[in-house]
């Protein structure tokens, strides 16, 4: 028998996710942002759930050669754009569009031969500094990209470094008016944050939107709005038992460390899941999970197997019983990534990403 653990991905939250997130978005159209193996829930689970998306955005090619493997004729965006110039001409194969965010990818594809000339997404930085050129350079960038044959269409781009937190978007989005406003072509704008914090900012200049942690499930802006708040449900649930129970008297520790001690008689559950299955070992004393679907907290240090958990107020749980280390419990409970993730003084988006490949998923309906 294999160990108890197992990951489940929710295509019909995905679905409805999306449906939510394209709600707000008005007219813009909808990439459905599936790097990093879809944020870890798997490409091709992913794009059953996300369908009905207006394409995909991606950075690796071979995620884009899977995703037209599985018949998907539609728009593919690679975010980073190629990184040497052999990746020009699988863009020319598959059809994908791609980022330019700097001179020297300008320069690869001077030097490209394609029939076919590229759908291409100029980016500017606007003050993520991280990719992009600055508004004083953008304007002699699409001068040059407008130039060359091998272009066909130069979309407008930009991220946004602060859509989650007090400083908003607004500062950067008048930087990208200013450098774009006269230049023809559409726009692309808007992570999840963007879209949900700031609808009016980015709905004025928007014609695609890259929504990616909120399509999963998970609040882009833990932990001053929860997912509920957004109408967003998990769509990954990463589940495992109960394989041992130990009674406590006052005074005994729990594991490594012995950083946890009982301050009386208690009985605790040991489950199998660990650092080592993806779970946060920085997840201190007192992050919650749900056993049979009730609430309750870990104990002491996570180790690479095995958590320990509360029983004392769940006289019913015991060995086998099923412990949700984050998203849906059998009986329909809710635990977010996002309040574990902050627990252990991280996000949602590095959990699911940190899912580990011993663990089995399955994927439900
Ligand atoms: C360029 C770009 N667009 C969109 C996204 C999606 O962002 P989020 O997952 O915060 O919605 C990302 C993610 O980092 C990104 O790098």
């Known amino acids: 028998m294999p160990r108890p653990i197992q990951a489940t991905i929710h295509p019909e939250a995905l679905r409805a996710n999306l449906a939510r997130l394209r709600a707000a978005a008005g007219d813009a159209r909808v990439w459905g942002v599936v790097k990093a193996n879809?944020?870890?829930?798997?490409?091709?689970?992913?794009?059953?759930?996300?369908?009905?998306a207006d394409g995909f955005a991606l950075?690796?090619?071979?995620?884009?050669?899977?995703?037209?493997?599985?018949?998907?004729?539609?728009?593919?965006?690679?975010?980073?754009?190629?990184?040497?110039?052999?990746?020009?001409e699988l863009c020319s194969r598959l059809g994908l569009w791609h980022v330019v965010h700097c001179e020297e990818q300008i320069d690869m594809l001077a030097l490209h031969k394609t029939h076919a000339p590229h759908r291409v997404f100029l980016k500017m930085n606007s003050g993520m500094n991280r990719l992009g050129f600055k508004p004083s350079a953008y304007r002699s960038a699409w001068t040059r990209l407008n130039a060359l044959p091998q272009v066909d269409e130069i979309t407008h781009m930009t991220h946004f470094s602060d859509a989650?937190?007090?400083?908003?978007?607004?500062?950067?989005?008048?930087?990208?008016?200013?450098?774009?406003?006269?230049?023809?072509?559409?726009?692309?704008?808007?992570?999840?944050?963007?879209?949900?914090?700031?609808?009016?900012?980015?709905?004025?200049?928007?014609?695609?939107?890259?929504?990616?942690?909120?399509?999963?499930?998970?609040?882009?802006?833990?932990?001053?709005?929860?997912?509920?708040?957004?109408?967003?449900l998990p769509a990954m649930t990463l589940a495992s038992r109960v394989i041992a129970v130990q009674h406590l008297q006052a005074g005994d520790t729990v594991g490594y460390g012995s950083n946890f001690t009982a301050?009386?008689?208690?009985?605790?559950?040991?489950?199998?899941?660990?650092?080592?299955?993806?779970?946060?070992?920085?997840?201190?004393?007192?992050?919650?999970?749900?056993?049979?679907?009730?609430?309750?907290?870990?104990?002491?240090?996570?180790?690479?197997?095995?958590?320990?958990?509360?029983?004392?107020?769940?006289?019913?749980?015991?060995?086998?019983?099923?412990?949700?280390?984050?998203?849906r419990a059998s009986s329909g409970q809710v635990l977010s990534i996002d309040e574990v993730a902050h627990a252990g003084g991280t996000v949602g988006y590095e959990l699911m990403c940190a899912l580990a490949p011993r663990v089995p998923v399955q994927v439900e309906g």
């Open 38 to 52: 879809a944020y870890g829930h798997g490409l091709v689970p992913a794009f059953e759930g996300l369908r009905a």
């Open 59 to 88: 950075l690796d090619l071979e995620e884009a050669q899977r995703l037209r493997a599985l018949d998907w004729r539609g728009p593919l965006l690679l975010l980073e754009g190629a990184f040497e110039t052999r990746d020009l």
């Open 164 to 232: 989650d937190g007090p400083l908003g978007v607004a500062h950067q989005v008048r930087a990208f008016e200013a450098a774009t406003g006269d230049l023809p072509g559409e726009r692309s704008l808007s992570n999840s944050a963007a879209l949900l914090r700031h609808p009016g900012d980015v709905a004025l200049s928007a014609d695609w939107i890259r929504p990616g942690i909120a399509v999963y499930g998970s609040s882009p802006d833990f932990p001053a709005h929860d997912a509920g708040h957004w109408g967003l």
């Open 263 to 327: 301050p009386g008689a208690m009985r605790i559950g040991i489950v199998a899941c660990g650092y080592a299955d993806g779970y946060p070992r920085h997840c201190p004393t007192g992050t919650p999970v749900l056993v049979q679907g009730r609430r309750t907290r870990t104990l002491g240090r996570v180790s690479m197997d095995m958590i320990a958990v509360d029983l004392t107020e769940l006289p019913e749980a015991g060995f086998g019983s099923e412990a949700t280390l984050w998203g």
